[in-house]
């Protein structure tokens, strides 16, 4: 398909617009701390908004619009510049992630949209003893695939009435790596982490982190506005209030992406990643937390 022409162009925006101005009127009130949404970036049909509070971002993205999104075109790269496809292996920075994040032994481990690929109980099933994964997965084809591995699969959400039922209060751990930004819905999101863990279970996430030193020096062509794929967008203080919300303890925010974890593996320079934590330089940020 090629790129729209300036009359395509004014067409998406004004359509932006329009629908900025419906978001509006019905309610202007951030999700996670109740502060005022602004207008942040538009990208094409599709407005970002951004709380001047928190900081937490949207964007007009509708379950209506998703409808069908997350199906072979998306897993085939067609769809959204980030995807997973099925061939895909696991990097050394996820696994470096997972072992100093995702620790132990004889472990429950529910993952939140791990795509057809399964590289963490692949992974974790290799390294430790006792090791039993299940998986939430939106896609119903992904989870076909997922099944003929053997894993135990819930087609849905994880905040689905019914998914929510089948797996309350039984992971010592809940794992989602870049996947809560695809969720119109954060509030739902976080609260089901916290109901399929055990007492004492954690959760741990990966996401953007929208007030890094990257996210504002690169603005609109930030990489994770990114929608409809992306629909909302994060920051380490709306993440400790909704995390806090939903009745997590011992939030935790790590400012520190894959990107960084695979540039410290090839030059492990002591206190490199804290360093980078502290100027809260990278695009992507780790989130732990406790039931």
Known sequence: MSPPGCAQRFLLTFE??????????????????GGALREYAAHGRWIVLKCRDCGFGQTNVTEEDLAGFYESEYFDGNRARFCQRAEDEI??????????????????????????AAMVPGYLAEKRPGFSYSAVEISQG???????????????????TQISAKVAGRFDYVVATEVIEHDTNPRGFVSGM??????????????????????????ASWSYLDP???????????????FTQAGFR??????????YIRLYQRFPIPGMLAAVHWLRLPTGMTICAQK
């Open 16 to 33: 932006a617009r329009n629908s900025l101005h419906s978001l509006e009127r019905k309610d202007t009130a951030c999700p996670v701390c």
């Open 91 to 116: 990097s050394e920075s996820k696994k470096w992630w997972l072992d100093r994040f995702v620790p132990g032994d004889h472990l429950r481990c529910l993952e939140i949209g791990p795509g057809p």
């Open 142 to 160: 992904a989870s076909e695939q997922l099944r003929k591995r053997g894993y135990e699969v819930f087609t849905g959400k994880i905040y689905d």
């Open 194 to 219: 916290f109901g399929a863990l055990k007492s004492g279970g954690r959760a741990c996430l990966t996401t953007g982190n929208f007030d890094g030193l990257t996210a504002r020096f690169k603005g």
């Open 228 to 242: 409809p794929a992306h629909v909302c967008f994060f920051t380490p203080r709306a993440v400790r209030e909704l």
């Open 250 to 259: 011992n939030v935790r925010v790590h400012c520190v992406g894959l990107n």
